[in-house]
């Protein structure tokens, strides 16, 4: 520890939670790692309530719309590049949590309850805007890297429909954008409306994404503990987004992969990483908010080959594809990758959308 101890790492945890004003079930995570086959993301849906996944390829030139009523311009693109969106339907109605597209970005969207109150003070200025639905299919249909994101956001070419939230109700999120090189960027919304674009790479602490609060104030809580300790004994085991957020970066700070294992063995190691951190078991309490939820779908997926896992953790059933396979469709396709998976399948069947 540094000058810190477990006392005082949950007296931190409770003022953090006080400023933030946390109320409600919120977690999910990412880790974004460089491997010798490639940079590789891990994420995780996590809610109170069982989710689903679908996932949604969109091939390059489908006419693309999004709904902004609040804004003067709502967002108007022709798909760019391919992508493969993983989408949520069962309690977010259509929303896109997570994608990547032909050129080894992905895009992942997580809950920020404290950058709800902000939602108020953030002003329209007259980019295009994009509801949090279609947010990260416009990204990965849109850009080829993490530099062309930030600067296309920088110079005004689109914006985020923060005050329509989800289907009329606010909600506080944030996203970030992690492409093949390593390259990292995290958008939050902050302070009196000002979105703040944290940059960095899979060796700095953008590798790890969680919950809140914003990310100011999980660096000081990481600074709390000394993540050179291998032993790891004041490492907190709560499933808080704090702790959640610095088990991940413990964890990955630590792992080595080797260049001669297989890509099924590195995949096996980077799930075992994230899963010692990041994993949320059902029924446990997370103590900032008395809340409980739970890991319910989990997807690791390789920026390089293209290999495409996902993991029901409520039946512990899983399956999978690669992204090149679905290189040659003309048309929008939907898989039910839960559904089928249940189902005893391995490999995912593409069909029409739904």
């Given at each position: 520890m540094k000058n810190a101890n477990l006392k005082k790492i949950s007296a931190l945890v409770i003022a953090l939670a006080s400023v933030a004003g946390l109320s409600q079930a919120q977690a999910c995570s990412r880790i974004t790692l460089d491997t010798p086959h490639g940079v590789s993301t891990v994420r995780s849906l996590d809610w109170g309530t069982q989710l689903g996944n679908i996932s949604q390829v969109n091939p390059v030139g489908i006419e693309r719309s999004t709904q902004a009523p609040s804004y003067k311009r709502a967002m108007q693109w022709t798909t760019k590049y391919h992508s493969i969106a993983q989408m949520e339907w069962d309690v977010f109605h259509g929303v896109a949590s997570d994608a990547i597209n032909s050129q080894g970005l992905g895009t992942s969207l997580l809950y920020m309850a404290d950058s709800a109150p902000y939602i108020k003070d953030y002003k329209d200025n007259g980019a295009p805007a994009v509801s949090f639905l279609d947010l990260v299919s416009y990204i990965n249909e849109t850009y080829a890297n993490v530099d062309e994101v930030v600067n296309a956001f920088e110079a005004n070419e689109f914006q985020v429909a923060w005050a329509d939230g989800l289907h009329g109700v606010q909600h506080g999120l944030h996203f970030s954008v992690h492409d093949r090189s390593?390259?990292?960027?995290?958008?939050?919304?902050?302070?009196?409306?000002?979105?703040?674009?944290?940059r960095g790479d899979v060796q700095s602490d953008m590798r790890v994404m969680a919950n809140a609060p914003l990310q100011q104030h999980h660096r000081e809580y990481v600074n709390q503990v000394d993540l050179n300790n291998l032993e790891a004994k004041s490492v907190p085991s709560s499933i808080s987004s704090l702790d959640r957020n610095l088990r991940g970066l413990f964890n990955t700070s630590h792992v080595k992969f080797d260049g001669n294992k297989s890509w099924a063995q590195t995949r096996g190691k980077l799930l075992s990483t994230y899963n010692a951190g990041n994993l949320v078991p059902q029924d446990?309490?997370?103590?900032?908010?008395?809340?409980?939820y739970a890991t319910w779908t989990q997807f690791v997926y390789n920026h390089q080959n293209g290999d495409f896992l996902l993991t029901d953790y409520d039946t512990r059933m899983q399956i999978g594809y690669n992204f090149n396979d679905t290189l040659s469709f003309t048309e929008t396709r939907c898989a039910n990758t839960l559904e089928q998976a249940n189902a005893g399948e391995t490999q995912v069947t593409w069909g029409t959308c739904k």
């Open positions: 390593g390259d990292i960027a995290l958008f939050q919304l902050n302070e009196g409306g000002k979105v703040v674009v944290h446990l309490i997370d103590p900032v908010n008395g809340e409980t």
